[in-house]
Every structure is written in structure tokens, then in C-alpha cells.
């Protein structure tokens, strides 16, 4: 198993301002996932980075409004840029591969 | 198209009474593995039970138990003699590989309410 840290576990923000939401993983992994959860709603993933490569991102989610970094096997960033209150929700950090995927406790924001 | 159908938004039972949430999949692969996953309130995803394709044997871990059925495609869970710490949003999902990846595909969300 994992164990995965993500920081803040949650945050208040305000409109037009970004957010960077950063995972730690106490393994060395090469795929770790972004994945969002609108209230009420299920997961979506927003996109799978990998290490010394470009994140690649799902259908509805773009670079410059989710830019990811992957520094190393252990670490990865997300930022949500430019917020609205339509980017409230429940972000989680996962990694592993087919048979197994272990999430973080997510960071819950929310935008004013 | 891959997808994961749970039409039970929510549901409530007594303490001590068992409970199936229901889980019916779609898949043109023929190698691929199916979870359930546990939420509760405090929001972190608790990994419960992994199957693969080619395994349709049952299995039992205390007061859950999970019924495989590839001719049905259905993947459902039941939890027997319900309690309160049982309350929480259950997924269902269903890993596809993908261009040397993998994505998996959750279901809506299952809500089970446990009353004392």
C-alpha cells in the first residue's frame, strides 16, 4: 500500500486567484493521478502525471487552468488557476496502476 | 464505451439489517478489474475489494461480501448486519488500460444511510 499526503486538507478562496494543492507520497511511483469531485457528485479524473514527462489531461480539462508538476517519483503539484466558484470541490491526489489505485484524503476548496 | 452504472443514489436501512448496493458495468475489454471503494465523511477514498476479470469466485471479509457476475456484468456488494459506522458514499469502479496507462471509471456513488 500507500500512504499519501495531500496539503491543505481544505482552503477558502477567493475568485481570480489560483490554488496549488501538492501530494507527497512516501513511495517511489511512476503514475500519480489528479482527480476531481464536484459536491455531491462522483471522481473525474483531471489527469495522469508522470515523471520527466508532460501530464496528460482528460477531455474538459486543459493545461492553463490545471497546470501539473511531477519533480520526482514522490511528489506532484496541481494548481487550479484563475478559480470560480464552479471549480468547488473535492480534489484527490491517487496513485498506483490497473489493479490498485490509493487516494489521499483530498483537498477540499471552496471559491467565493 | 467504458462505464459504471450504480442506480442507487441512496439508500437507508435500520442497524443490523443487510444491505446490497448494486454495481452493473460496461466494457469491450476482456482483461480488466473491478473495486469498490468506501467515502466517508471525512472524504478519503478506503480501498475495500479488487476483482479481476477472469476471477468470478465470490469472496467474504467479515460482514461484506461481493457477488461477481460476468454474464450479468454486475459487481455487487452486500454488507450484512449493518451498522452505523457503515454510513458513508460507496463507489464502484472499473479500470481500463489505456496507451500504457490506465483510467479508471467510477460509478455516481451510493449513499447508505445506517440508522440507529
Known amino acids: 500500500s500507500a500512504v499519501i499526503s495531500q496539503k491543505p486538507s481544505r482552503d477558502i478562496c477567493q475568485r481570480g486567484t489560483s490554488l496549488t494543492i501538492q501530494c507527497q507520497v512516501d513511495?517511489?511511483?511512476?503514475?500519480m493521478f489528479w482527480y476531481r469531485q464536484q459536491p455531491g457528485q462522483s471522481l473525474t479524473l483531471i489527469a495522469t502525471?508522470?515523471?520527466?514527462?508532460?501530464?496528460?489531461?482528460e477531455s474538459g480539462f486543459v493545461i492553463d487552468k490545471f497546470p501539473i508538476s511531477r519533480p520526482n517519483l514522490t511528489f506532484s503539484t496541481l494548481t487550479v488557476s484563475n478559480m470560480s466558484p464552479e471549480d468547488s470541490s473535492i480534489y484527490l491526489c491517487?496513485?498506483?496502476?490497473?489493479?490498485?489505485?490509493?487516494f489521499g484524503a483530498g483537498t477540499r476548496l471552496s471559491v467565493l | 464505451a467504458q462505464k459504471v452504472t450504480q442506480a442507487q443514489t441512496e439508500i437507508s436501512v435500520v442497524e443490523k439489517e443487510d444491505v446490497t448496493l448494486d454495481c452493473v458495468y460496461e466494457?469491450?475489454?476482456?482483461?480488466?478489474?473491478l473495486f469498490w471503494y468506501k467515502q466517508p465523511p471525512s472524504g478519503e477514498l478506503v480501498f475495500l475489494i479488487r476483482?479481476?476479470?477472469?476471477?468470478?469466485q465470490n469472496e467474504i471479509s467479515g460482514r461484506y461480501s461481493w457477488n461477481f457476475q460476468k454474464s450479468t456484468s454486475s459487481f455487487n456488494f452486500t454488507i450484512t448486519a449493518s451498522q452505523v459506522v457503515d454510513s458513508a458514499v460507496y463507489f464502484c469502479?472499473?479500470?481500463?488500460?489505456?496507451?500504457?496507462?490506465?483510467?479508471?471509471?467510477f460509478g455516481t456513488g451510493t449513499r447508505l444511510k445506517v440508522l440507529a
Open positions: 491517487s496513485v498506483g496502476g490497473e489493479n490498485i489505485q490509493y
Open positions: 513511495s517511489q511511483v511512476t503514475m
Open positions: 502525471a508522470n515523471q520527466g514527462s508532460e501530464a496528460t489531461y
Open positions: 466494457t469491450r475489454d476482456t482483461t480488466y478489474y
Open positions: 476483482r479481476n476479470s477472469f476471477d468470478e
Open positions: 469502479a472499473l479500470s481500463e488500460a489505456r496507451r500504457g496507462t490506465y483510467k479508471y471509471i
